[in-house]
Nanobody, 129 residues
Framework: VQLQASGGGLVQAGGSLRLSCAAF????????MGWFRQAPGKEREFVGA????????FYADSMKGRFTISRDNGKNTVYLQMNNLNAEDTAVYYC???????????????????????WGQGTLVTVSS
């Protein structure tokens, strides 16, 4: 599976942005798709995840309420809608696929970058204050 993230850019604080992650190749229905981000000088951080089948979502506590993940199975694309952005949201955002599926869904496994097999190239989001 190849993943291609897009939609990043420069946005003012308080604004919104929607990122896309297109999957190319075989992405089985049991896959879990995750979003992570990495700010300069910081470790990669879990944002949220969605199940291809059923569309259940799971978010990091700090992302709840402002970030929403959705998917369009027909387009093999997962989205990350980000609202009310602030400077602390500035980061490179990555999408990833967990081929192990829903094993450990909603636990520390879903949040762990090591659970994910396939990664997109990342897209930069810069929030100006």
């Amino acid at each position: 599976v190849q993943l291609q993230a897009s939609g990043g850019g420069l946005v003012q604080a308080g604004g919104s942005l929607r990122l896309s992650c297109a999957a190319f190749g075989r992405a089985d229905s049991h896959y879990v798709m995750g979003w992570f981000r990495q700010a300069p000088g910081k470790e990669r951080e879990f944002v949220g995840a969605i199940q291809w089948s059923g569309g259940r979502t799971f978010y990091a506590d700090s992302m709840k309420g402002r970030f929403t993940i959705s998917r369009d199975n027909g387009k093999n694309t997962v989205y990350l809608q980000m609202n009310n952005l602030n400077a602390e949201d500035t980061a490179v955002y990555y999408c990833a696929a967990d081929s192990a599926g829903t094993v450990g869904w909603g636990t520390i496994l879903t949040k762990s970058q090591y659970q994910y097999t396939y990664w997109g190239q990342g897209t930069l989001v810069t929030v100006s204050s």
